[in-house]
Protein backbone atom coordinates (compact mmCIF):
# COMPACT_ATOMS: atom_id res chain seq x y z
CA UNK A 1 0.00 0.00 0.00
CA UNK A 2 2.74 2.40 1.01
CA UNK A 3 4.62 1.65 -2.32
CA UNK A 4 1.76 2.79 -4.63
CA UNK A 5 0.82 5.67 -2.56
CA UNK A 6 4.76 6.87 -2.84
CA UNK A 7 4.39 6.97 -6.53
CA UNK A 8 1.31 8.22 -6.74
CA UNK A 9 2.31 11.21 -4.29
CA UNK A 10 5.76 11.17 -6.08
CA UNK A 11 4.41 11.73 -9.50
CA UNK A 12 5.12 8.49 -10.86
CA UNK A 13 2.03 7.23 -11.12
CA UNK A 14 -1.09 8.14 -13.27
CA UNK A 15 -4.21 8.88 -10.89
CA UNK A 16 -6.14 6.28 -12.44
CA UNK A 17 -3.26 3.75 -11.96
CA UNK A 18 -3.23 4.76 -8.11
CA UNK A 19 -6.88 4.03 -8.21
CA UNK A 20 -6.10 0.34 -9.58
CA UNK A 21 -3.10 -0.54 -7.29
CA UNK A 22 -6.42 -0.86 -4.90
CA UNK A 23 -4.59 2.24 -2.71
CA UNK A 24 -6.45 2.86 0.78
CA UNK A 25 -5.79 6.19 0.57
CA UNK A 26 -6.68 7.40 -2.72
CA UNK A 27 -10.03 5.71 -2.66
CA UNK A 28 -10.99 7.25 0.82
CA UNK A 29 -9.78 10.45 -0.77
CA UNK A 30 -11.95 9.81 -3.83
CA UNK A 31 -15.41 9.42 -1.47
CA UNK A 32 -14.56 12.66 0.75
CA UNK A 33 -14.23 14.28 -2.54
CA UNK A 34 -17.44 12.63 -4.00
CA UNK A 35 -19.43 14.12 -1.11
CA UNK A 36 -18.03 17.86 -1.22
CA UNK A 37 -18.86 17.72 -4.90
CA UNK A 38 -22.25 16.43 -4.54
CA UNK A 39 -24.14 19.72 -3.56
CA UNK A 40 -22.38 21.88 -6.02
CA UNK A 41 -19.74 20.12 -7.98
CA UNK A 42 -16.99 21.65 -6.37
CA UNK A 43 -14.88 21.32 -3.26
CA UNK A 44 -15.26 24.12 -1.09
CA UNK A 45 -12.59 25.89 1.27
CA UNK A 46 -14.04 24.71 4.33
CA UNK A 47 -14.55 21.26 2.70
CA UNK A 48 -10.93 21.54 1.53
CA UNK A 49 -9.68 22.23 4.93
CA UNK A 50 -11.45 18.79 6.42
CA UNK A 51 -10.74 16.23 3.61
CA UNK A 52 -6.93 17.41 4.35
CA UNK A 53 -6.86 17.03 7.74
CA UNK A 54 -8.82 13.43 7.24
CA UNK A 55 -6.58 12.72 5.04
CA UNK A 56 -3.65 13.48 7.48
CA UNK A 57 -4.84 12.52 10.68
CA UNK A 58 -5.90 8.98 9.03
CA UNK A 59 -2.51 8.48 6.70
CA UNK A 60 -0.04 10.56 8.60
CA UNK A 61 1.12 12.49 5.08
CA UNK A 62 2.79 15.30 5.01
CA UNK A 63 1.10 18.37 3.73
CA UNK A 64 2.82 18.17 0.02
CA UNK A 65 1.94 14.44 0.31
CA UNK A 66 -1.58 14.81 1.15
CA UNK A 67 -2.25 17.92 -1.54
CA UNK A 68 -1.27 15.67 -4.45
CA UNK A 69 -3.22 13.34 -3.51
CA UNK A 70 -6.00 15.61 -3.26
CA UNK A 71 -4.84 16.45 -6.18
CA UNK A 72 -4.60 13.24 -8.10
CA UNK A 73 -8.47 12.12 -6.25
CA UNK A 74 -10.35 15.31 -7.07
CA UNK A 75 -9.20 14.70 -11.00
CA UNK A 76 -10.48 11.05 -10.94
CA UNK A 77 -13.74 12.25 -8.89
CA UNK A 78 -14.13 14.33 -11.66
CA UNK A 79 -13.85 11.63 -14.35
CA UNK A 80 -15.68 8.56 -11.96
CA UNK A 81 -19.27 6.98 -13.07
CA UNK A 82 -19.16 5.42 -9.99
CA UNK A 83 -18.01 4.42 -6.45
CA UNK A 84 -17.94 0.50 -6.57
CA UNK A 85 -14.33 0.34 -6.92
CA UNK A 86 -13.28 3.01 -4.48
CA UNK A 87 -15.86 1.46 -1.79
CA UNK A 88 -14.69 -1.79 -2.24
CA UNK A 89 -11.34 -0.79 -1.64
CA UNK A 90 -12.54 0.22 1.73
CA UNK A 91 -14.24 -2.78 2.45
CA UNK A 92 -11.14 -4.72 1.77
CA UNK A 93 -8.76 -3.10 3.98
CA UNK A 94 -10.38 -1.16 6.67
CA UNK A 95 -11.73 -3.03 9.64
CA UNK A 96 -15.19 -2.55 10.65
CA UNK A 97 -14.53 0.03 12.84
CA UNK A 98 -12.32 2.25 10.30
CA UNK A 99 -15.38 1.88 7.71
CA UNK A 100 -17.76 3.30 10.64
CA UNK A 101 -15.10 6.32 10.95
CA UNK A 102 -15.04 6.67 6.98
CA UNK A 103 -18.57 7.72 7.43
CA UNK A 104 -18.04 10.08 10.20
CA UNK A 105 -15.34 11.60 7.87
CA UNK A 106 -17.65 11.76 5.16
CA UNK A 107 -20.38 13.63 7.92
CA UNK A 108 -17.32 15.99 8.95
CA UNK A 109 -17.00 16.98 4.80
CA UNK A 110 -20.79 16.97 4.15
CA UNK A 111 -21.72 19.29 7.80
CA UNK A 112 -18.29 21.46 7.40
CA UNK A 113 -19.91 24.33 5.57
CA UNK A 114 -22.31 24.26 8.08
CA UNK A 115 -25.09 23.01 5.69
CA UNK A 116 -26.46 19.53 4.91
CA UNK A 117 -28.03 19.15 1.55
CA UNK A 118 -30.26 16.21 0.44
CA UNK A 119 -28.11 15.09 -1.86
CA UNK A 120 -25.00 14.79 0.71
CA UNK A 121 -27.12 12.92 3.33
CA UNK A 122 -28.00 10.51 -0.25
CA UNK A 123 -24.44 10.15 -1.14
CA UNK A 124 -23.31 9.11 2.68
CA UNK A 125 -26.89 6.58 2.81
CA UNK A 126 -25.54 5.30 -0.57
CA UNK A 127 -21.74 4.34 0.60
CA UNK A 128 -22.49 3.12 4.06
CA UNK A 129 -24.75 0.65 2.15
CA UNK A 130 -21.50 -0.07 -0.44
CA UNK A 131 -18.94 -0.22 2.89
CA UNK A 132 -21.37 -2.46 5.03
CA UNK A 133 -22.16 0.27 7.76
CA UNK A 134 -25.70 -0.61 9.39
CA UNK A 135 -28.10 2.30 9.11
CA UNK A 136 -28.16 2.62 12.73
CA UNK A 137 -24.15 3.02 12.81
CA UNK A 138 -24.19 5.56 10.22
CA UNK A 139 -26.84 7.02 12.04
CA UNK A 140 -25.15 7.03 15.31
CA UNK A 141 -21.67 8.33 12.92
CA UNK A 142 -23.80 11.56 12.37
CA UNK A 143 -24.79 12.37 15.84
CA UNK A 144 -21.20 12.31 17.02
CA UNK A 145 -20.15 14.60 14.52
CA UNK A 146 -23.36 16.70 15.08
CA UNK A 147 -22.54 16.79 18.67
CA UNK A 148 -18.59 17.47 18.50
CA UNK A 149 -19.58 20.24 15.69
CA UNK A 150 -21.81 22.23 18.60
CA UNK A 151 -19.52 21.08 21.13
CA UNK A 152 -16.84 22.79 18.55
CA UNK A 153 -18.95 25.89 18.14
CA UNK A 154 -19.76 26.77 22.15
CA UNK A 155 -16.70 25.92 23.15
Known sequence: ????????????????????????????????????????????????????????????????????????AGQTAIQATDLFHFTQVVVDQFSEEERIGVIEMLWEVAYSDGVLTGDEDTLIRRVAGLIYVPDWERGEAKLRVRERLIGHRQG
Not at 7 to 17: A, E, I, K, N, Y
Not at 41 to 68: H, P, Q
Open 1 to 72: MFDALHRLLSGLDHPHQAANQNDSAFALAVLLIEVSRSSDNRVGDREGSVIERALTRRFELKRDEVVRLIDA
